[in-house]
């Protein structure tokens, strides 16, 4: 079946520190993935994507890379700031039965201290 | 520009009432969904539709329904309200032919049943 896993938060980092979150997937086919960005009180807004093995998808200063030998999807950012607390999604979709599914993960809530 | 709305933001129930929650979408994209989320559970579909008439079952569809009659709007409603229910639901929408778009989330009805 088709599967996000991403890592358990909370993740709580000091500002201007390094941030990987990981995220791998399971899909039939070749999925497109996403990574989502929720602020508190808000709906999930698309942060970045990558629709092919070896795409990068890049946004606000985190990237991502598709990786299709590791079936991941890890989100990176070289230096946090505190408006980046948040909770981060990843995401993938597929063709399934002539529709494409989205398949979420379980985010992963991130605190920034100043 | 409006993208995906909700209405209303916030709603407060008494066990048994019912209730409708408004969605509408302005980009005429075909696939719409509603999800609840759920402190520590991510997000879970409840129903989706692939187009104008077409509406299908997710995963915890139980206590709720839906209808399609145009392209723009997807309501949808709480037969007999459980504090079960009390959670926050989205809207989404996307195209439904282009995988690789992504979602369009509303900024969410926080619904509370007491």
């Known amino acids: 079946g088709n599967s996000v896993t991403q890592m358990e938060g909370p993740v709580t980092l000091s500002e201007e520190a390094f941030l990987t979150i990981n995220c791998t997937y399971t899909?039939?086919?070749?999925?497109?993935l996403f990574w989502y960005v929720q602020y508190p009180g808000e709906g999930l807004q698309l942060l970045l994507k990558?629709?092919?093995?070896?795409d990068k998808g890049s946004n606000k200063g985190f990237e991502a890379t598709y990786r299709k030998e590791t079936t991941s999807f890890h989100l990176e950012k070289g230096s946090v700031q505190v408006s980046d607390s948040a909770v981060y999604f990843c995401?993938?979709?597929?063709?399934?039965?002539?529709?494409?599914?989205?398949?979420f993960g379980t985010g992963t809530r991130l605190k920034v201290l100043a | 520009n409006a993208g995906v709305t909700q209405t209303p933001k916030f709603q407060v129930l008494k066990t048994g009432q019912s209730m409708t929650l408004q969605c509408a979408q302005d980009?005429?994209?075909?696939?719409m969904s509603w999800y609840r989320q759920d402190p520590g559970m991510g997000l879970r579909l409840i129903h989706y539709?692939?187009?104008?008439?077409?509406?299908d079952q997710g995963e915890v569809p139980n206590g709720y329904n839906v209808s399609r009659s145009t392209t723009e709007d997807f309501p949808l409603r709480l037969l007999s309200a459980a504090p079960s229910q009390t959670s926050v639901y989205f809207c989404?929408?996307?195209?439904?032919?282009?995988?690789?778009?992504?979602?369009?989330f509303g900024s969410g009805t926080r619904l509370t049943v007491v």
């Open positions: 990558a629709t092919k093995a070896d």
């Open positions: 539709s692939v187009g104008a008439g077409i509406t």
């Open positions: 995401a993938l979709s597929v063709l399934s039965s002539g529709t494409y599914k989205y398949i």
């Open positions: 980009m005429n994209h075909e696939y």
């Open positions: 899909a039939t086919g070749y999925p497109s």
């Open positions: 989404a929408s996307s195209y439904g032919d282009r995988g690789s778009y992504g979602y369009t």
